[in-house]
């Protein structure tokens, strides 16, 4: 663990962690209110919650094939472009089929990041001390998780709107690409 923290890869790594966290856990609070602001009823509101459920699960099994086409890195940055797209259907979205479709392309995204994120860890890293290095990097996660949908909230009541909210999560999700797309060439230069 203390050499991975001196390592650059880890802290450009946590800095994409930080960026998503929010970004990944926003819609499990918010997609469901803001389909009840559009006059969707309560059922088909929540149920956009367990559709992210069900492209997370599709996203972890089907990324390995993707993983082993393109590499890890560069699947990671693909799933982060995907996720930040997705975010422009629920800003755009009208109506309950847009946000169903919305909801099971950010679970699809979403499952694939958690999915590689361990495996990711392992190639640049080693087995070693896998947990610990996984373990530290996951509390850049836990602030953006835990913060991310309060503050997310706090935006929507003084705007009375989720564009903002949706806005920053676009935002992050660059942040998060150009990390990502810098452990990438840092990769790439030490194999």
């Given at each position: 663990l203390r050499q991975a923290l001196r390592d650059p890869a880890f802290w450009w790594l946590y800095l994409v962690t930080v960026a998503c966290g929010p970004t990944m856990f926003i819609p499990f609070a918010h997609v469901s209110a803001a389909a009840r602001d559009m006059g969707i009823n309560d059922t088909q509101a929540v149920g956009l919650v367990g559709m992210i459920g069900i492209g997370s699960l599709v996203g972890r099994f089907a990324i390995g094939a993707l993983a082993d086409r393109f590499g890890r890195s560069m699947t990671l940055v693909l799933m982060q472009v995907s996720?930040?797209?997705?975010?422009?259907?629920?800003?755009?979205?009208?109506?309950?089929?847009?946000?169903?479709?919305?909801?099971?392309w950010f679970g699809l995204s979403y499952g694939g990041i958690v999915s590689l994120l361990p495996a990711l860890c392992m190639d640049l890293f080693g087995a070693r001390a896998v947990a610990g290095i996984i373990g530290s990097l996951y509390s850049g996660a836990a602030l953006g998780n835990l913060l991310g949908p309060v503050i997310a909230g706090a935006v929507f009541d003084r705007s009375g709107g989720y564009g903002l909210v949706i806005g920053g999560c676009i935002a992050l999700s660059m942040v998060s690409i150009w990390g990502s797309t810098r452990l990438l060439h840092m990769r790439q230069d030490r194999y």
């Open positions: 996720m930040a797209a997705s975010y422009l259907l629920w800003l755009g979205a009208g109506g309950y089929a847009a946000l169903l479709v919305f909801a099971l």
